[in-house]
């Protein structure tokens, strides 16, 4: 085996390993602090053993770099700690829910350091300035001036690129969102209802129309980017052989166009499009296929017409289906920045197929902007929550089919 | 059977815990491996390889790791920067020179003076990596020049001029019936800055951009010209676009850089033919290419024997031998003074002509300031050369950005 192989599984079992001490230990503060938190040594071993483990890992981790004076404060805030959990432990923990807790707190703190640091992190930043030239200050010393809402206010009032502004962002994403998600639902719709019929070849037919979504979107949207090339691209090649076949089309105005320059958003839409039916065909053929056959058969004795068992029985019964995955495709469209950056890349002119995704990433990776797409991207999430909360509020989407 | 089982699950936590404790034998892993992210094309990724191998085998360096990782362009600049950001960035990359600003401000390369012996080096070479008297860069090649490549089974001759070029273009129209007579990535504005110097303007004046200037217009309207008016060149041709437009020989010319020489040779053998880019018959002037060349960076991470190790592998990489290898194997000029004048690099017709063009290009400015030009410079040069904007508005609105940008970035 290659020595590079071995050394890389070498350090992903290191990683395991790590996980697994840290687990190791979390289970065992919680089997201790819940078994014996009644016995009369738990305050005093408690509180020497924890504060004095915690140094000692510190000192481990860091090393030599750790100074007298910051063990002294890492003992002190460990003391602390544990003074108030241990109390907590002796007089208000349930000794019945000790399993459950010990089987959930190591995906808890996990979650909590892969989220909430990276986010309390993002709200520092916010409020500081970090940007090119604060970046070498702050790396040597950690100090970084505080600006308070400054960049709060500039991600209103400053372009996050060179002209747009962030009001022209946000309505370009709304419409975005809605038009991708609109045509997901009803193209999705459309197939499922299509493939839930008793056809021929129903599998392979489910197969070929899945395909755009299993495949890596990277590829999926890169090809589709090469088909919407002026020149060389199937789409303007389409329309060059209708148009000598049928003149009159020309004079009805149609043309070969430019779609990567002149309408990157709407090659944009119309790949994200493609992209995204068939996530929801694959949703909504599901939800069909749970209603009861016996629903059909009685609207059709008591004569309803196909429209309105679609409308009566199909479009209820499918809405505790639809109403999350909505919510979902609702959420991946707003932020979905691959299919604008695949399409339009760093190319010049085309700021205009920019949502507030894409616009986020370049102030921050492009132009070096950290603080200010800091607080962009706390003002998309706030955004994006709310929309979630009224979306979900008003299609009643957590409530079952039958409330 | 509960217990036994909580109890194996705890040895197996132990376990595992005892392995996140395990380091390779000899337990100095860091010291000796080398983490070196580059940019280049995959058909270097050999040549790249064989450097390291031979470095490794050099007595005392039996111990020696050097782990090399390939990005794009611009995802080596961003990857680099954010690993920076989160204190563990890679020891070296080689990278052109444009980066070098950015990251000499950011404080997340080392400046070397002093490390090495730069009076080895071609002047010439130094200048993109000198900010302030301070060198931040390690030369391994002097170029990354563009340069005019074509075709020899479409055209016999390089064309002199532009008004010869157009002559050609028109006759391979009509002879080989070619849509299109040239590509080159006409919205990217490195691409502009030969026709630029030709109509006699340069980027920056001093610190300060100078795009909204006459010799600015006159070049883009050559562009709008070249596209719309002559139709030389496709619409919507990127990098890749003009790139296999070239291989697949449906353009007899493109202006491409000297890192795309090897990869040409080996498509088109004798058939390769590369010189200056015409002389803009309109000025009189010949345009001159920014060039720059590969350059070895080292993170500002690196202390004691690792930055020894980095700086051995730094001057085996940029020595005699290699250089030469790297000429006569990739056809890039050598970083070492001198060395370009020898009499068997001036005979390979290919380097020769890219040492003729590189000899008339001008040297890329280390300025953090140039980022801001890169970026106004691509979106609204996009701008003009898709008519969504007259060139007169987009060239004020492209000053008064790069000024925006520049203030942003330096308040």
């Known amino acids: ?403 | 059977m509960g217990k036994k089982i909580i109890l194996q699950f705890c040895l197996a936590l132990v376990a595992f815990s005892l392995a996140a404790c395990l380091r390779p034998p000899g337990g100095k892993i860091d010291s000796n491996t080398l983490v070196v992210w580059e940019q280049e094309d995959g058909f270097i990724a050999p040549f790249l390889d064989s450097i390291f191998n031979n470095f490794k085998k050099l007595p005392g360096n039996e111990k020696v790791r050097i782990q090399r990782v390939h990005y794009h362009m611009e995802d080596l600049r961003q990857q680099f920067q954010t690993a920076s950001i989160a204190g563990s960035p890679p020891d070296m990359i080689i990278t052109p020179p444009d980066v070098a600003g950015v990251f000499a401000v950011s404080g997340f390369i080392l400046p070397l003076n002093g490390l090495f012996d730069f009076s080895r080096y071609d002047e010439q070479a130094l200048v993109p990596v000198t900010m302030d008297g301070k060198i931040w860069g390690v030369p391994s090649s002097m170029g990354n020049h563009l340069m005019l490549l074509y075709n020899k089974r479409l055209v016999k001759n390089i064309p002199q001029s532009t008004d010869e070029l157009f002559k050609s273009c028109a006759e391979l129209s009509r002879d080989k019936n070619l849509s299109y007579c040239m590509a080159y990535d006409m919205n990217e504005p490195f691409w502009l800055i030969p026709w630029l110097t030709a109509y006699g303007g340069w980027p920056l004046d001093g610190k300060k951009p100078a795009l909204n200037t006459p010799a600015m217009l006159a070049a883009v309207k050559f562009y709008l010209n070249l596209r719309y008016e002559r139709k030389l060149v496709p619409m919507e041709c990127d990098y890749n676009c003009m790139d296999s437009l070239f291989k697949e020989e449906k353009v007899a010319f493109i202006i491409n850089g000297d890192w795309s020489l090897a990869d040409y040779k080996s498509r088109f053998g004798e058939n390769l033919g590369v010189g200056r880019i015409p002389k803009l018959s309109e000025t009189g002037r010949w345009p001159s290419p920014m060039f720059g060349g590969k350059d070895i960076m080292l993170s500002s991470k690196l202390r004691g024997e690792k930055l020894e190790l980095a700086k051995r592998l730094t001057v085996f990489f940029t020595n005699d031998e290699n250089q030469l290898r790297q000429a006569r194997e990739l056809y890039r000029i050598p970083a070492i003074k001198g060395m370009k004048n020898s009499p068997e690099l001036r005979k390979d017709p290919l380097l020769r002509g890219s040492i003729e063009q590189q000899e008339v290009a001008t040297p890329m400015p280390m300025a953090t300031e140039l980022r801001a030009f890169w970026d106004s410079g691509r979106h609204y040069l996009g701008m003009i050369t898709q008519r969504k904007t007259t060139p007169e508005d987009g060239l004020k609105r492209m000053q008064a950005d790069c000024e925006a940008k520049i203030q942003e970035m330096m308040r």
Request: positive net charge; charged residues 10%; hydrophobic residues 55%.
């Open chain 1, 1 to 403: 085996m290659n020595s590079q192989v071995a050394l890389s599984l070498l350090e992903v079992l290191q990683m395991i390993g790590f996980v697994a001490f840290v687990t190791l230990w979390i289970e065992a503060y919680l089997y201790t602090h819940f078994h014996y938190s009644k016995k009369s040594w738990f305050f005093p071993a408690m509180l020497a053993a924890v504060p004095l483990g915690v140094l000692l890992l510190v000192v481990v981790a860091i090393g030599p770099a750790l100074n007298a004076r910051q063990a002294v404060n890492i003992f002190l805030y460990a003391l602390l700690a544990e003074s108030a959990l241990a109390v907590f432990f002796r007089f208000k923990a349930d000794k019945k829910l000790a399993l459950p807790y010990m089987l959930i707190m190591p995906g808890f703190v996990g979650l909590a350091l892969l989220i909430a640091y990276p986010l309390v992190f993002e709200v520092y930043l916010a409020f500081h300035d970090l940007k090119l030239t604060t970046l070498k200050t702050w790396s040597e010393t950690g100090y970084l001036p505080f600006v308070n809402f400054e960049h709060f206010y500039n991600v209103f009032t400053k372009s996050p690129l060179s002209e747009v502004s962030f009001w022209q962002l946000l309505g370009r994403t709304l419409w975005w969102t809605v038009v991708n998600v609109f045509f997901h639902v009803l193209g999705g719709l459309g197939l499922a209802l299509l493939l839930n019929n008793e056809i021929k070849l129903r599998g392979i037919y489910r197969t070929l129309l899945i395909i755009p979504w299993a495949m890596p979107q990277v590829v999926a949207v890169l090809a589709m980017k090469g088909e919407f090339h002026s020149e060389y691209g199937f789409v303007n090649i389409m329309i060059g052989r209708l148009v000598d076949a049928f003149p009159f089309l020309a004079s009805m105005g149609m043309h070969k166009v430019q779609w990567l320059s002149q309408h990157p958003f709407l090659t944009c839409t119309i790949v994200n499009v493609w992209l995204g039916i068939p996530f929801m065909m694959v949703v909504i053929l599901g939800g069909l296929q749970s209603i009861p056959k016996s629903y059909y058969e009685a609207a059709s004795i008591d004569g309803a017409s196909r429209w309105q068992k679609f409308r009566h029985i199909t479009l209820p019964l499918l809405r505790p289906v639809l109403a999350p995955a909505v919510t979902l495709g609702t959420v991946w469209t707003f932020n979905n920045i691959n299919v604008i950056y695949l399409v339009t890349g760093q190319s010049g002119g085309t700021e205009d197929a920019d949502i507030l995704v894409s616009a986020l990433y370049k102030a921050a990776f492009s132009f070096n902007r950290f603080s200010y797409s800091a607080a962009f991207a706390i003002v998309i999430f706030l955004l994006l929550f709310a929309i979630s909360m009224l979306w979900l509020k008003f299609s009643k989407g957590t409530e079952s089919a039958y409330d």
